[in-house]
């Protein structure tokens, strides 16, 4: 599950296209990897960074571009709400054809084309409903609950206008490709990607034959199986069909044969004539036309090398097929592959990260004592559905409820960082730092100590532990668009203006004069240094690099710099840790961070973590430096950043016990479970420990 909101009613959505994907392709693409790289986080130690590419491929970043989550997630809602209203009003769902996703509005087509509109839909043309803009939908808790109507429907391709054109394989028993056998597996491999990370989809049972041999390890959800030949598909159908006698509840669950792999004349008939009958599950084979055509003379075709327009009969719709091209998808499968690796091991510094305290048994005692003593009683299995109906202010109230204001948990105030030396400057040009080989985050220990910043003349500032902000730059006109390019300039200094050009807009890169306008800017708004020179040299030749002067700052450096100061001290360097975590305003680079900072901001993220979590333990701690409500301040900050961070909700499990918090204790674990249930995660093992130890009564450890 990703964490987009639904597109706003009325709002307009770019449904671009790119290398054959289209939006939602894309959404489902780069949700699987962000998922994967959580697990990362969730599954490494303390002070343990997770594997990543040095930077995206260009794959990577273009369909980072051009995804819509948030189409995906209103489309979702609102079938969701249909359904739900039809349960409410006593009457069946409504079966679907089809979706169509315009980028203003989402159209659905009932398979009965005389019936009325249903809740919250009206008539459209053609049969066809649209959404109404003043539809009222289910929220996304709510909507969790509801089952999905159309589990099956995917993206088959676009029309002329750029709309999405979704099917429900589930009311086709059959769907034939015809063309080159490259552009078939393309198809395929499409379609299972999609399936394979829809909202809607999670009761989909998809079986890819000839392709995707990789697919049911490298995605984060378990709704594929691969299988070497059609004839072992038709024999796993088969054993599904006597299965779901003995589980009724899953008749509803579709059954998708994908097959790259010609079907024998035999695998064809029998295909054929179990896809014929009434049978208890929707079940659908999409499979090449070459062999099957014969055997479902009734079926679409589609000619999947044809860039052009094609009739799909059974919708009514022209479209132009989508296929994922075989060289993004060999990139994506990469990355996927590296987001499974294990963690790097901790080094410098970050090997002072402290681990998790062992609860003892006293420690148990007493806190299992407090939850039995406190009143009024409740449930912690109850409690989940209270914490989502907190609103703004009920995020996490087990940790505001020390104060009626969360104000009232400021970080403590400090001045912000300064930036990294100028090592390689002499290499690449007066001024500028040489390009690194791999993702290397200018360590403090590394810089000289005129980087303290009582000991320099302070130079502009780039922030990005929040959304990115430059001195100088304002929020309006080119003011954002700059300050990103301020901090490509700073983290990957040296780059040519076509790198820089196609890493500031991967589908539609920059124009040369476009960069230097915008160039033009920033160097306007850094302005010069104490001795004249601008922050941003002037270039001399074509040869020389784009960058920025050493004299430029970063928080990103600065936290670096305080913490790693700080680690080695233990608790006599909490002073800086908080210092650190004051300097976090946000999710890093904000909450739509360009591709080429999706390494940075992974390294980021779980170092503000490893830092919480220090604050945590040193302030949870018998002694001096216990200050509870500074332990909560740390984690409420961890939380906003990475609300999957199990390690913070463990920490706040241990400061609520050590508080003697009973209220407390119940929300944290009633918290924990939601997000494991939201992203469709089991507890890690040491969180549901933990809540045994902590909490023997509960017994629902997972969701």
Not at 2 to 19: F, I
Not at 111 to 139: H, I, K, M, V, Y
Not at 302 to 328: K, Y
Not at 478 to 504: I, K, N, S
Request: charged share 20%.
């Amino acid at each position: 599950m990703d964490d987009s909101e639904p597109a706003a009613p009325g709002s307009s959505l770019n449904l671009r296209t790119v290398l054959g994907a289209g939006a939602l392709l894309a959404a489902a693409v780069t949700t699987a990897l962000a998922l994967r790289r959580t697990l990362q986080r969730r599954r490494r130690k303390p002070g343990e960074t997770i594997a990543i590419s040095a930077q995206p491929s260009p794959a990577e970043a273009q369909l980072a571009a051009a995804a819509e989550p948030s189409v995906a997630a209103r489309l979702d809602a609102a079938l969701r709400t249909m359904a739900h209203a039809a349960e409410r009003d006593g009457r069946d769902v409504p079966l679907l054809r089809a979706a169509r996703l315009e980028a203003r509005r989402i159209h659905v087509l009932p398979d009965n084309l005389a019936s009325e509109p249903r809740t919250p839909f009206a008539a459209g043309a053609a049969g066809w409903w649209q959404l109404r803009e003043d539809a009222e939908l289910l929220d996304e808790d709510k909507a969790r609950t509801i089952p999905a109507p159309q589990p099956a429907l995917v993206t088959v391709g676009t029309t002329e206008d750029g709309s999405l054109v979704l099917a429900d394989l589930a009311r086709l028993p059959a769907l034939l490709l015809d063309g080159n056998p490259v552009h078939i597996t393309e198809v395929c491999t499409s379609l299972a990607l999609e399936l394979g990370m829809s909202p809607w989809a999670h009761d989909a049972e998809i079986v890819a034959v000839g392709f995707g041999e990789d697919l049911p390890n490298l995605l984060p959800t378990s709704r594929i199986a691969h299988m070497r030949q059609p004839e072992h598909a038709l024999r796993d159908l088969t054993e599904r069909l006597l299965e779901v006698h003995q589980m009724p509840e899953t008749a509803h669950h579709p059954y998708i044969v994908l097959s790259a792999s010609a079907l024998d004349d035999d695998t064809a008939w029998q295909f054929a004539d179990l896809l014929a009958k009434d049978l208890p599950i929707p079940a659908t084979l999409i499979a090449p036309a070459a062999t099957a055509a014969r055997h479902f003379p009734e079926a679409d075709i589609l000619a999947v090398s044809t860039p052009t327009p094609q009739r799909l009969e059974s919708i009514g719709v022209d479209v132009i097929v989508q296929r994922l091209e075989d060289a993004a998808y060999q990139q994506i499968v990469t990355a996927l592959a590296v987001s499974g690796q294990p963690a790097d091991e901790a080094d410098g510094a970050w090997r002072h990260v402290p681990g998790e305290p062992a609860v003892t048994a006293q420690d148990a005692t007493a806190a299992s004592r407090a939850v039995r003593t406190a009143e009024p009683p409740a449930s912690a299995e109850a409690s989940a559905d209270d914490v989502g109906k907190g609103g703004a202010d009920g995020v996490f109230p087990a940790l505001l409820q020390t104060s009626t204001d969360p104000a009232a948990l400021p970080l403590p105030a400090t001045s912000s960082a300064t930036g990294p030396g100028n090592e390689g400057a002499a290499a690449a040009g007066p001024g500028i730092a040489a390009e690194p080989d791999a993702v290397i985050i200018s360590s403090p220990s590394s810089l000289p100590d005129s980087c303290d910043r009582a000991k320099q003349d302070l130079g502009p500032e780039i922030r990005v532990l929040g959304t990115v902000e430059v001195d100088g730059l304002g929020p309006g006109g080119h003011g954002p668009r700059t300050a990103q390019l301020a901090a490509l300039l700073y983290f990957r200094p040296g780059r040519t203006a076509d790198t820089l050009c196609a890493d500031m807009d991967p589908l539609k890169p920059w124009s040369t004069t476009t960069l230097n306008a915008r160039l033009q800017n920033l160097r306007r708004a850094l302005g010069n240094d104490p001795d004249g020179d601008p922050y941003v040299p002037r270039r001399r030749n074509s040869n020389t690099p784009y960058g920025l002067a050493g004299g430029v700052r970063c928080d990103w450096t600065h936290f670096l710099q305080l913490s790693e100061r700080a680690l080695p001290q233990g608790e006599d360097g909490l002073t800086d840790l908080e210092k650190a975590l004051a300097l976090v305003r946000g999710c890093p680079f904000g909450s739509q961070a360009p591709a080429w900072a999706a390494p940075y901001q992974q390294e980021m993220t779980t170092r503000i973590i490893d830092v919480a979590h220090t604050v945590a333990i040193h302030r949870t701690k018998p002694g001096q430096h216990q200050d509870l409500v500074g332990a909560r301040r740390a984690i409420v900050l961890g939380l906003d950043i990475d609300a999957s961070a199990e390690l913070l909700y463990r920490d706040w499990l241990i400061v609520e016990q050590t508080a003697g918090n009973r209220a407390g204790m119940h929300t944290t674990i009633a918290r924990v479970q939601q997000v494991a249930q939201a992203l469709d995660f089991d507890l890690e093992p040491e969180t549901q420990q933990l809540i045994q130890e902590l909490h023997p009564s509960s017994r629902k450890a997972a969701t």
